[in-house]
């Protein structure tokens, strides 16, 4: 089992165990109820009780819209289906309590649909949400490096670059393990005009972790150098590669 089969194990057993603490909840206030002395108590707890499963239970059902959402841009790769579940879900969430969740979601969609500008624009008009945490402000220069990246702004890429390699030093529980440095350094090596030496660091980078849209994006930025130095045969393994990531109607953006 690979550490992103792991993760969304992970993240099904939490599902469950949230479940089970609401049932437990459930049960207490049952048991509660039954045991007040009097009947102005029972119906207090009873309000008050309705309320918080009503509020615990539709929170839980918001949460799972946004990880249906996530998993279907990231993992299944299937924008229209993950569009339905952002709509559903921005219609429900009354108190968008799930803002930010949002922001970092279009940040996908738009470099997914290869709108590098619009990206660039988006991460620059959201720039105090995501200077906020410090995974968010990874994920804040990392895109914008694949922009550039992609755009062949390389002097703006090299900029992305060195705000990256600043957190090589993070303390690893201060920052999630979101992207891999093999591969910045290997954007790097590319950067530079060093090409071969870019796609050797790339082609040894593990990306077991990877989600599928990671995989697919990594085998995009090696294509792209593969291009620039001709080499036909990575061109066509890659893009090979590609198509049997992105077979279907659904996933013509990528």
């Not at 165990?17 to 049932?23: K, T």
């Not at 922001?103 to 991460?123: A, E, G, P, V």
Request: net charge positive; proline share 1%; aromatic share 18%.
């Amino acid at each position: 089992m690979n550490k992103n089969t792991g993760k969304y194990l992970i993240l099904f057993v939490k599902q469950y165990y949230i479940w089970g603490a609401i049932a437990i909840f459930a049960l207490y206030l049952a048991f509660t109820i039954i045991k007040a002395p009097s009947m102005s108590g029972k119906i207090f707890f009873f309000i008050v009780g309705i309320f918080i499963l009503i509020g615990a239970t539709y929170y839980e059902y918001l949460k799972k819209l946004y990880q249906k959402m996530i998993i279907a841009q990231t993992q299944d790769i299937n924008p229209t289906l993950a569009k339905q579940y952002q709509n559903k879900l921005q219609k429900l969430d009354i108190f968008h309590g799930f803002k930010g969740s949002f922001i970092l979601f279009y940040t996908l969609c738009l470099f997914d649909q290869q709108k590098y500008d619009k990206c660039l624009k988006h991460l620059t008009t959201n720039e105090r949400f995501f200077k906020a945490k410090l995974d968010y402000l990874f994920i804040f220069y990392y895109y914008q490096l694949l922009c550039y990246y992609f755009l062949d702004e390389s002097d703006k890429a090299l900029m992305m670059i060195d705000k990256l390699k600043q957190f090589q030093s993070t303390k690893q529980k201060n920052l999630s393990p979101l992207f891999s440095f093999s591969q910045i350094e290997g954007i790097h090596y590319i950067l530079n005009g060093r090409n071969q030496k870019g796609i050797q660091t790339l082609e040894n980078t593990d990306i077991n972790y990877f989600n599928t849209r990671e995989k697919i994006i990594h085998y995009q930025i090696i294509i792209k150098a593969a291009k620039k130095i001709d080499n036909t045969t990575l061109i066509k393994k890659y893009t090979t590669t590609l198509r049997k990531l992105t077979e279907g109607e659904e996933n013509e953006a990528f």
